[in-house]
């Protein structure tokens, strides 16, 4: 019997297998990237550089938790919290007494001023910052309010209650005014100069009896011995990672012969959501770079003090590079 047209088996219901004419060659390249020669070979010295990562990475795990003595600070408002990382164990301290916070908080009354009225000292028109300033005057009234009952250091009392009566002052008559410039706050900022040092130096002062008394105690603790390879990683934002004020009171505390190389400041963007860990990673690094640096470079001391510091390995040879005027395209 005669195959319908319609039928599952008629000619032209079957499928063609005559597809591969239809490829773009082009994409049969871009899709079959493995086939080519080239691309495997480099896969395979390419490989040698992803093994090292995974070999140092996993050798910076197993380091971090073998690292003691460690302390990790991490930086904040209240003038530190310091962790000691000894023989497995863990001790998180704020060592500074509150009065600390309390001087620093009205030492920043002319900052918080700045801070409503930056964004429009090209032009106070508008009115915009009337409103957050009253708000903020009225924090500073309640504080002003409450001061006497604080217990304070009687020298401090006095110079904050000065920068709070100031402050107060610029805020009402410039709402009356409604308007202001640069001069008439740099008016009221440097008027209160003088007792913003004074709640800077009564802020110091608690900060390092605090520090120094943990720091002591825990020199104890650790012992003598153990103490001279102490690690110090200080976690702090950009702004304030040169001379920064925990760096200062530890270093008196540490080796001298090591405190170069064992005091370490980590700026970061902001403090991390783990700070200890990310302390000691960043330290287990450091230390497994300083023992391969030795010991991968040992005929030239410059990469090596290169590979081991904070320089990047292909600094010098860039600058060398750069240096000369055939290579360098700006000349």
């Known amino acids: 019997m005669a195959t319908s047209a319609n039928s599952p088996n008629s ?4 499928p063609r297998n005559d597809h591969a004419a239809d490829l773009d060659p082009h994409d049969v390249q871009l899709v079959a990237f493995r086939s080519d020669p080239v691309r495997q070979a480099r896969d395979a010295v390419l490989a040698v550089n992803a093994d090292m990562r995974r070999n140092y990475a996993a050798l910076k795990a197993d380091l971090i938790g073998r690292l003691t003595p460690v302390i990790v600070v991490e930086n904040d408002s209240q003038g530190g919290r310091y962790t ?6 863990r001790e998180s301290v704020h060592p500074v007494a509150e009065v600390f916070e309390l001087a620093k908080s009205i030492a920043h009354v002319p900052l918080g001023t700045f801070s409503i009225l930056a964004p429009y000292l090209k032009g106070a028109q508008g009115g915009g910052w009337v409103r957050p300033l009253q708000d903020f ?10 001061l006497g009952a604080a217990d304070l250091p009687a020298e401090l009392a006095v110079s904050s209650g000065r920068i709070l009566d100031a402050a107060l002052r610029f805020a009402e008559e410039t709402v009356r005014r409604g308007s202001f410039d640069r001069e008439s706050f740099t008016d009221f900022s440097g008027s ?21 008394a943990l720091l002591r105690r825990w020199r104890d603790q650790v012992g003598a011995e153990r103490w001279q390879d102490l690690y110090a990683v200080v976690l702090s934002i950009w702004t ?3 001379l920064n004020q925990n760096t200062i009171i530890i270093r008196q505390f540490m080796n001298p012969a090591k405190v170069d190389t064992h005091l370490l400041d980590v700026p970061t963007a902001q403090l991390p959501a783990d700070p200890v860990l990310t302390a000691l990673d960043n330290l287990a690094r450091i230390v497994q770079d300083n023992v391969a640096a030795e010991l991968v470079f040992p005929v030239d001391q410059e990469i090596a ?10 600094s010098d040879t860039i600058q060398e590079q750069l240096a000369c005027p055939f290579r360098n395209a700006s000349s």
């Open 11 to 14: 000619p032209e219901r079957c």
């Open 305 to 314: 003090d290169a590979l081991k510091g904070k320089e990047d390995l292909l």
């Open 137 to 146: 005057a009225g924090t500073l009234a309640t504080a002003r309010r409450q």
């Open 192 to 212: 209160v100069y003088g007792d913003i040092r004074t709640t800077m130096a009564h802020a110091a002062r608690a900060q390092i009896a605090g520090v120094e």
């Open 84 to 89: 000691l990382v000894h023989d497995g164990e």
């Open 240 to 242: 304030t990672s040169v």
